[in-house]
């Protein structure tokens, strides 16, 4: 689902860590900003490790760079932009970020940071983030 949220709304928006691109998405435009927030105790699944959104360290994928989001923990919540996967559109959210939207971006879906492909087959356990628009 797509949210359009106005200067100074609040949208709670679910987020299933088994998706590579979030089903509920924000629509945005450059120079808006966002604060996006999770509560420190919920908990999504990465096969059998039961992580919070600000993730855990993989030595695994993070020595070989096979992390969508590379240098950040496995499984940190992430938003990307345009589903562009390129580093400089994916950005890592945690447990909470202040985001500005950069120019010629209009939409930004969420994210469990994982390798891309059969990976997310294993994930499991869903999010609540808490996005609000500052300006």
């Keep these: 689902m797509k949210y359009e949220i106005k200067k100074g709304d609040v949208e709670n928006l679910l987020i299933h860590s088994i998706q590579e ?6 629509s945005v435009k450059a ?60 950005f890592p959210i945690g447990m909470m970020a202040t985001v500005e939207v950069p120019a010629n971006c209009s939409v930004v879906h969420f994210f469990a940071n994982d390798i891309k492909g059969f990976f997310y087959k294993n994930n499991s356990g869903t999010i609540t983030i808490r996005v609000e628009r500052l300006h």
Excluded: V
Excluded at 21 to 26: A, G, P, R, T
Excluded at 50 to 55: C, I, N
Excluded at 61 to 75: E, S, Y
């Design 31 to 90: 120079g808006e900003i966002y604060k996006i927030s999770c509560a420190s105790d919920q908990r999504w699944n990465d096969w059998f490790i039961r992580s919070t959104p600000a993730g855990y360290f993989n030595p695994f994928a993070n020595l070989l760079g096979l992390l969508r989001k590379r240098k950040t923990k496995c499984f940190c919540l992430c938003g990307i932009y345009d589903k562009r996967e390129k580093q400089t559109a994916i």
């Design 21 to 26: 691109y979030s089903e509920n998405f924000l």
